[in-house]
Every structure is written in structure tokens, then in C-alpha cells.
């Protein structure tokens, strides 16, 4: 008989978080220019599929998974960054719409009030108007990149507008943007190409590339939609629409960004319609890659 040799492997230390569930966000004491993950389990503005709520917990296991490392490809180590700390997330009430808005803009801007940045795990891409809000609220308007395979400009839809094909519409009219850049779009409806000429929408075409120059200087908030995504790439979510970007062009923008990001959000990831785990393994790369240049500034 054979004696088999079992290898020792040393079991890899829990992530680093501060979050209790029973507790507001507001009494944490916060590492100086920390970057805050905090999820925003919300899908109760999607407009066809539910699913989207449950995606925090998800894109967590994805990107603690022992069996992958923290170190982004800028050469930051999150694991070893104590400046990266992991908030839990918000509680979320799925029937009251309008006071879920001003619950994550309370507990966002508790948490900007500490010097940190947000990045943020959707949750559906509704959540981006509360985010951006608090954002602006506490720093003043930036420019918006904007990952994403649809314009989000609905003025409303479907008779509301907090839907989360409606969030670019709140924040252009509120003013909370100094500019929206977005990339990737290929399903605009004629309303949202008006909505979109109404705000001075930029609309950065993929052929060739992105160039560095399409992208603004300065202050960034990055918002990421999982179905900017080739459905090859990112198949879990619940408007699939294909000819999108691949995930190495999304880290490629993620890095190419001039400006600092200030914060950002990875949302429409639908664990009910992904394939294997195939695009939460995606929207833990990108949210890595995304602390680390947060982490640069």
C-alpha cells in the first residue's frame, strides 16, 4: 500500500471588520483616508427581477475567498492595508423606498464625516443616487464615471422614480455631478438619448479602446454596473445585453482614471442568474482593484 503525504497548509486570517450589526455606523472610529467597504443590500427598485440584495454577501465571499490573494494589480495589499475596512451593511427596509434613500445617504455621509471613502456593493443601481448624494453632500460635486450598458436617465419608470433605470436622471437634475462620463451604453432608449443630451451626457464610445483623455482630471466617482459586462464575462445579472466590455477593458479604466476616486459602487449583480459563481469571481476583482487606487490618494 501507498502512504499518502498530507500537506500542512496554514489557515489564512479572517478579513478585518469593525461592523456590528446592532450598532450605528456612527460611533466607529475610522483609520485616517480609510477605505470603507460597505454593502447596500437594496433591490427593491428593480424593475423586473428581484435578486440584487442578496449580491453583498456574495461579492464578500468571492473576494475573501482563501483561495485568492488581496493584492491588487497597482501592487496594494488589502489584506496587509489596515486602512481597508469592512463595514457590514446597511439595513435595508424593502418597503419603504424613499426612506432607504435617506437612510444610506444618513449612514454614507456618517461614515465620509470620518475622513473615510466608500465603496460600495449594490444592491441594484438605485442605490448610485443616495451614494453620489452623499458623496456630493460632504465634498462637493465631481465628475461621474459611469460604467454600464444602459443610461439609467429614465425621468421615471414604470411610475417610479427611484427605479434603478432612473438614478443618473435624480443626480443630473440635483446637480450633484459636475460632469457624467459613460461608457459602455448600447441600449438607449430615444427618452434616455433625450435625458441625455438635456444633461450634457458624455458618451465615450469602446471602439479602439478608451483613451486617458476621455476620462475627466481630478476628483472621480467611479459607479460600475455589472452589465457594462459582456454577458460572456458577467453573465449574473438581470439585463444581460451582449457587445459590452470585457473585464480586462474595465480594470484597464479602473487603472487609467487620472484623478483620485473618492468613491464608488459595484452594483447589479444578481447571484440568482450567475453561472458558477463566474460574476461575483468578477465583481470581487473589480471592487480589489477599485480600494486600491481609492487607497492610492
Known amino acids: 500500500?501507498?502512504?499518502?503525504?498530507?500537506?500542512?497548509?496554514?489557515?489564512?486570517?479572517?478579513?478585518?471588520?469593525?461592523?456590528?450589526?446592532?450598532v450605528s455606523l456612527l460611533p466607529l472610529d475610522l483609520p485616517p483616508n480609510a477605505v470603507a467597504l460597505l454593502g447596500v443590500p437594496s433591490d427593491e427598485?428593480?424593475?423586473?427581477?428581484?435578486?440584487?440584495?442578496?449580491?453583498?454577501?456574495?461579492?464578500?465571499?468571492?473576494?475573501?475567498?482563501?483561495?485568492?490573494?488581496?493584492?491588487?494589480?497597482?501592487?496594494?495589499?488589502?489584506?496587509?492595508?489596515?486602512?481597508?475596512?469592512?463595514?457590514?451593511?446597511?439595513?435595508?427596509?424593502?418597503?419603504?423606498?424613499?426612506?432607504?434613500?435617506?437612510?444610506?445617504?444618513?449612514?454614507?455621509?456618517?461614515?465620509?464625516?470620518?475622513?473615510?471613502?466608500?465603496?460600495?456593493?449594490?444592491?441594484?443601481?438605485?442605490?448610485?443616487?443616495?451614494?453620489?448624494?452623499?458623496n456630493a453632500e460632504q465634498r462637493g460635486p465631481v465628475a461621474i464615471v459611469q460604467i454600464d450598458a444602459h443610461p439609467d436617465l429614465y425621468d421615471d419608470f414604470e411610475g417610479n422614480p427611484l427605479s434603478h433605470a432612473c438614478p443618473f436622471a435624480r443626480i443630473m437634475e440635483s446637480k450633484l455631478a459636475t460632469r457624467l462620463v459613460q461608457i459602455g451604453i448600447r441600449a438607449a432608449t430615444p427618452h434616455q438619448r433625450e435625458q441625455a443630451e438635456r444633461f450634457g451626457v458624455e458618451t465615450v464610445s469602446v471602439e479602439g479602446g478608451v483613451r486617458r483623455a476621455d476620462l475627466p482630471a481630478g476628483p472621480v466617482y467611479l459607479s460600475l454596473d455589472l452589465d457594462g459586462l459582456d454577458p460572456a464575462f458577467a453573465p449574473g445579472v438581470s439585463h444581460p445585453e451582449a457587445g459590452g466590455l470585457s473585464t480586462r477593458q474595465v480594470i484597464e479604466i479602473i487603472h487609467a482614471l487620472p484623478g483620485p476616486i473618492v468613491g464608488a459602487d459595484v452594483v447589479e449583480l444578481n447571484p440568482r442568474r450567475d453561472v458558477a459563481g463566474a460574476t461575483a469571481i468578477v465583481a470581487a476583482k473589480l471592487a480589489k482593484e477599485v480600494a486600491g487606487r481609492m487607497l492610492e490618494a
Open 45 to 134: 427598485n428593480s424593475s423586473l427581477l428581484r435578486g440584487p440584495a442578496a449580491a453583498p454577501a456574495v461579492i464578500r465571499s468571492a473576494l475573501f475567498d482563501p483561495g485568492v490573494n488581496l493584492s491588487t494589480e497597482g501592487s496594494v495589499d488589502l489584506f496587509r492595508e489596515n486602512r481597508f475596512v469592512d463595514l457590514g451593511d446597511i439595513t435595508i427596509d424593502p418597503a419603504d423606498r424613499a426612506g432607504n434613500v435617506e437612510r444610506i445617504v444618513t449612514e454614507v455621509s456618517a461614515v465620509i464625516e470620518r475622513g473615510a471613502r466608500v465603496l460600495a456593493l449594490g444592491g441594484d443601481h438605485a442605490v448610485a443616487y443616495p451614494l453620489v448624494r452623499a
Open 1 to 22: 500500500t501507498r502512504t499518502r503525504t498530507r500537506t500542512r497548509t496554514r489557515p489564512r486570517p479572517r478579513p478585518r471588520t469593525q461592523y456590528d450589526p446592532h
